[in-house]
């Protein structure tokens, strides 16, 4: 996941950039499969619930439309819309038909809360579809027992009312999926580099009590990397007197090509630096044989390029019919938190509450994520209130300046951060 400050107020840039995008999303789009609409609802025999009337169900997107965070989710609030109009044009859910309200955190805190504030009480929307990575909406959301789906970050494994679209995050539990892949590309002596925040190093100890379980030892943690694009020389010289042979990039996309780029002018090279977030073919086309070697990924969808997954086909081809960026990761998380929540409200049944579309979503068997995720996810309760991490990433690597996908998914086995040990799921 992108991995940003709380207040959002340092420069951040992101080299995952979609240009300014159209508004208007086409209700009928080619290569959307038909399904049969869910019957209409006999509304009026239903008690009046926020965001819920005979026709519409409203929903509110919250997300960094404005300020430093904003290139980071540009686009992902036209792929959500996008997949709810799919389901508007087969007539929406038991009849009801969804209304997207955007709500901008402006990239910051304090914002951000009054707006998850306005969106919930003034606004009474039903439930959030959340592409942000500032925790302030969370213990609104919470109090409220508002049902959210989107981006992984640590309230998705703590709060029963709030979901990651590509499976449950934690602080406590994590896989060690991303560590076979690098090992399984011959890294021994490991590397991390993050960004001053907790979050992200958090996310860099998870990964490091995964090592052991892999054959690989870590030799060297920067935690205080700059937020964006910087002159990494320092970097790699670091790495070379470690002695690493692979590294794991907890930083945006365009911070990890600055380190890249350091390593080849510095003639060093590495078996297996790995890059969260690197996953648009336009991008690496366009940077160009620095990235060579580097192993990325998605947030958690299958990458762009990969044969014979019809979801995926489904929604590039839908994507580029509403003259949006199917190679945007950003996006495809937020295509599959829209489809979850209209998967959502087909179990809640006819006439829907915010508990019981929370608790349909538990009882559940598994989610495809519109067929994008590497392997269904489930929020049965389990290693979390709302089931376990994703327990396969699809990677990907750049030979020759072009991103190619791997064959299959990586999957891991899940370890308790604290004991370092594996643990069933």
């Known amino acids: 996941m992108i991995l940003k400050t709380p207040d959002g107020k340092r420069r951040n840039r992101t080299a995952v950039v979609v240009s300014a995008l159209s508004a208007a999303i086409a209700l009928s789009l080619v290569g959307v499969q038909a399904q049969a609409a869910v019957p209409a609802a006999n509304a009026a025999a239903c008690a009046p619930q926020d965001g819920i009337d005979n026709s519409t169900i409203k929903l509110a997107f919250i997300t960094d439309g404005s300020g430093a965070n904003a290139a980071s989710f540009a686009g992902?609030?036209?792929?959500?819309?996008?997949?709810?109009s799919q389901e508007n044009a087969k007539g929406g859910v038991y009849g009801r038909k969804f209304v997207l309200t955007k709500y901008d955190g402006q990239s910051n805190a304090a914002v951000?809360?009054?707006?998850?504030?306005?969106?919930?009480?003034?606004?009474?929307?039903?439930?959030?579809?959340?592409?942000?990575?500032?925790?302030?909406?969370?213990?609104?959301?919470?109090?409220?027992?508002?049902?959210?789906?989107g981006i992984g970050l640590p309230p998705?494994?703590?709060?029963?009312?709030?979901?990651?679209?590509?499976?449950?995050?934690?602080?406590?539990y994590t896989v060690n999926a991303t560590a076979k892949r690098m090992a399984a590309a011959g890294a021994k002596n490991v590397a991390t580099i993050s960004f001053p925040v907790p979050a992200a190093v958090?996310?860099?100890?998870?990964?490091?009590?995964?090592?052991?379980?892999?054959?690989?030892?870590?030799?060297?943690?920067?935690?205080?990397?700059?937020?964006?694009?910087?002159?990494?020389?320092?970097?790699?010289?670091?790495l070379k007197q470690a002695g690493a042979d692979g590294v794991y990039l907890v930083l945006l996309v365009d911070g990890g090509i600055s380190v890249m780029q350091a390593l080849k002018q510095q003639g060093i090279s590495m078996k297996a630096p790995l890059l969260p977030g690197l996953s648009d073919p336009d991008l690496i086309a366009k940077v160009g044989s620095a990235l060579d070697g580097i192993i990325g990924s998605t947030y958690g969808t299958v990458p762009p390029g990969v044969p014979g997954r019809p979801g995926l086909r489904t929604f590039t081809n839908g994507m580029k019919a509403a003259g949006l960026n199917p190679n945007n990761p950003s996006s495809a998380s937020?295509?599959?938190?829209?489809?979850?929540?209209?998967?959502?409200?087909?179990?809640?049944?006819?006439?829907?509450?915010?508990?019981?579309?929370?608790?349909?979503?538990?009882?559940?068997?598994s989610f495809s994520g519109a067929g994008l995720l590497p392997a269904p996810i489930s929020y049965r309760p389990a290693l979390t209130p709302n089931g376990n991490p994703a327990k396969c990433s699809w990677f990907v690597t750049v030979q020759n300046g072009k991103m190619v996908p791997d064959k299959a998914p990586v999957c891991g086995d899940y370890m308790d951060v604290n004991t370092g040990k594996i643990v069933a799921g």
């Open 76 to 84: 992902t609030y036209e792929a959500a819309k996008l997949r709810l």
């Open 112 to 149: 951000l809360a009054d707006q998850t504030t306005k969106a919930i009480v003034n606004d009474k929307n039903f439930g959030v579809l959340d592409q942000i990575n500032i925790e302030t909406m969370f213990p609104i959301l919470k109090a409220h027992n508002v049902p959210a789906i």
């Open 156 to 172: 998705t494994g703590r709060d029963t009312n709030a979901f990651s679209a590509v499976g449950a995050s934690s602080n406590d």
């Open 202 to 238: 958090a996310a860099a100890n998870g990964f490091n009590a995964t090592l052991p379980t892999v054959g690989m030892t870590n030799v060297l943690k920067i935690s205080d990397a700059p937020f964006a694009a910087y002159d990494a020389t320092s970097t790699a010289l670091r």
């Open 334 to 365: 937020a295509f599959v938190s829209a489809d979850t929540f209209i998967e959502g409200m087909k179990l809640a049944g006819r006439c829907p509450t915010r508990q019981g579309f929370i608790d349909a979503l538990h009882k559940a068997k």
